[in-house]
């Protein structure tokens, strides 16, 4: 018996004679074969083997699963009326299903006597599991998503939906919104909201074929980010209710979020790469390169899967099956706690306790997105960031809040972002200034005669600007109001 990768797991010769055929169940438990001896011979996958965090569960026979708490030495033993089909452990709670029920054990509370119970109509065979839900689709091509007390939340449907081409690279589950790649056209990932099960408005296409994609796990649905590896294995990172593209690495194997924060890391060339925070990418683009770690990881070798990305710790199945456990830094974490509390104070003193840039340009990044400038100015100046405390400095001697807040929106490289928070605060010469400072004189002269305002400094900065480089006015508009 292998995987995928043609690992080899088990080695048997049955008593039944010479193997003529195989068939497999369809939730792909029990093997039949066809013994030469005209007995027919039946195999039942056990020691099935899977971890999360401080728990480990193993399938000991085709219905017992041994649980081992390695923390507080606790071990139980779990028996089930009927064989089990498939399991999954994750984000604190553990799924079981057996031919006719599911059983959703709480990892936390450790609820192992009393389960959530319900019933399944057929053998189910995917469990997709996120922070809030769990998805089980089963062979009669059912595709329902529950929460994690086993109440029936909604079933996903969509024209031409093929649920038996799906696997769980092409699937995933956050708070508010579930994520599947269309199995008939690959380019295109579907978005439905898992309350009502119906498909949003938008979808996110791309140019080539995406072969896997993943919904970071954080409350705020607002901040709702997927992250996808193409066919070319390039990494790109998008906002799902905004879709903005932006590549941020290549030649990538694997990648997982952080189950419990926003950071995200990939294998990538032999190296492992973390972002510890990817929002920095729509905040200042040269801090997300600062925030993140890179770690030679050769030893795992070539297409490592990354199982898991749980506190500081990834667990990656190397090619082989054996598996591999990669760690990051401890801090960022904590830094995420602090932020979560808005406590910024003590956000920069465990900055300056570990002094490390990337934890600096991680809080820098964290309090643009939280407009808290002062902590901004400090993270700034750590790095030796001058040019940027300078302007940091300059917004925040800005006398009124519209005006600071399209400077910030200035900062972060979104002129049309600034323009309309000025126009809509009614600060129009802010706004006429804005697009003379980026020379678009045309847009700076449409707002002052739409506005009836300025319209004569708008054609004396552009005077001084031609007379200042000796060229002729060629715009016409101008020529005619000269």
């Known amino acids: 018996m292998c995987d995928k990768s043609g690992w080899s797991h088990s080695f048997d010769k049955p008593s039944s004679g010479s193997l003529l055929a195989l068939s497999w169940s369809h939730d792909g438990t029990v093997v039949s074969g066809a013994g030469g001896s005209g007995a027919v011979a039946f195999g039942y996958i056990v020691d099935r083997q899977m971890s999360w965090s401080n728990i480990e569960a193993v399938l000991d026979e085709d219905n017992k699963i041994n649980v081992n708490d390695v923390l507080n030495e606790m071990n139980e033993d779990l028996d089930y009326r009927e064989r089990v089909v498939n399991m999954s452990i994750q984000f604190g709670?553990?799924?079981?299903?057996?031919?006719?029920?599911?059983?959703?054990?709480?990892?936390?509370?450790?609820?192992?006597?009393?389960?959530?119970?319900?019933?399944?109509?057929?053998?189910i065979?995917?469990?997709?599991?996120?922070?809030?839900?769990?998805?089980?689709?089963?062979?009669?091509?059912?595709?329902?998503?529950?929460?994690?007390?086993?109440?029936?939340?909604?079933?996903?449907?969509?024209?031409?939906?093929?649920?038996?081409?799906?696997?769980?690279?092409?699937?995933?589950?956050?708070?508010?919104?579930?994520a599947l790649i269309d199995p008939m056209k690959p380019k295109v990932v579907r978005i439905f909201d898992i309350i009502s099960g119906k498909p949003a408005a938008q979808q996110i296409e791309h140019t080539t074929d995406i072969i896997e994609m993943d919904l970071n796990q954080i409350e705020m649905s607002?901040?709702?980010?997927?992250?996808?590896?193409?066919?070319?294995?390039?990494?790109?990172?998008?906002?799902?209710?905004?879709?903005?593209?932006?590549?941020?690495?290549?030649?990538?194997?694997?990648?997982?979020?952080?189950?419990?924060?926003?950071?995200?890391?990939?294998?990538?060339?032999?190296?492992?790469?973390?972002?510890f925070y990817p929002n920095a990418i729509y905040v200042d683009k040269d801090?997300?390169?600062?925030?993140?770690?890179?770690?030679?990881?050769?030893?795992?070798?070539?297409?490592?899967?990354?199982?898991?990305?749980?506190?500081?710790?990834?667990?990656?199945?190397r090619l082989d099956g054996a598996l591999a456990t990669l760690s990051v830094s401890a801090y960022p974490k904590v830094l995420y706690e602090h932020i979560d509390k808005a406590d910024f104070e003590k956000a920069i003193r465990l900055c300056r306790f570990v002094k490390e840039s990337t934890l600096w340009a991680c809080l820098a990044?964290?309090?643009?997105?939280?407009?808290?400038?002062?902590?901004?100015?400090?993270?700034?100046?750590?790095?030796?960031?001058?040019?940027?405390?300078?302007?940091?400095?300059?917004?925040?001697?800005?006398?009124?809040?519209?005006?600071?807040?399209?400077?910030?929106?200035?900062?972060?490289?979104?002129?049309?972002?600034?323009?309309?928070?000025?126009?809509?605060?009614?600060?129009?010469?802010?706004?006429?200034?804005?697009?003379?400072?980026?020379?678009?004189?045309?847009?700076?002269?449409?707002?002052?005669?739409?506005q009836k305002t300025h319209v004569d400094t708008v054609i004396a900065y552009r005077q001084r600007f031609l007379q200042q480089y000796n060229k002729e006015e060629t715009i016409p508009r101008f020529k005619e109001l000269a």
Request: with cysteine; hydrophobic share 40%; proline share 2%.
């Open 222 to 275: 607002s901040e709702r980010k997927m992250c996808f590896v193409d066919s070319n294995r390039d990494m790109f990172l998008t906002m799902v209710h905004k879709p903005e593209t932006h590549k941020i690495s290549n030649m990538v194997d694997s990648f997982k979020w952080n189950e419990s924060n926003d950071m995200l890391s990939a294998i990538a060339d032999g190296k492992q790469v973390t972002w």
């Open 365 to 450: 990044a964290m309090a643009i997105y939280c407009r808290e400038l002062n902590t901004v100015e400090i993270a700034l100046a750590a790095i030796d960031e001058a040019d940027k405390v300078q302007f940091i400095n300059y917004i925040k001697d800005l006398p009124s809040e519209p005006a600071r807040n399209a400077a910030l929106a200035v900062y972060c490289k979104k002129m049309n972002e600034a323009e309309q928070i000025l126009l809509g605060a009614r600060l129009f010469y802010r706004a006429i200034k804005l697009n003379i400072k980026m020379y678009k004189w045309e847009k700076a002269l449409e707002i002052a005669i739409n």
């Open 125 to 178: 065979y995917m469990i997709v599991q996120g922070a809030k839900y769990f998805a089980l689709i089963d062979a009669s091509q059912n595709f329902n998503v529950y929460n994690y007390e086993g109440k029936l939340i909604s079933s996903p449907k969509y024209q031409g939906l093929r649920v038996e081409f799906l696997n769980k690279r092409h699937l995933s589950l956050s708070g508010d919104v579930l």
């Open 93 to 123: 709670h553990m799924v079981v299903c057996t031919t006719s029920q599911c059983y959703v054990y709480n990892i936390v509370t450790q609820n192992w006597g009393s389960p959530f119970v319900f019933d399944v109509k057929d053998s």
């Open 287 to 317: 801090l997300m390169t600062k925030a993140k770690a890179v770690k030679d990881v050769s030893e795992v070798g070539k297409l490592a899967q990354m199982e898991s990305f749980t506190g500081n710790i990834c667990t990656v199945r």
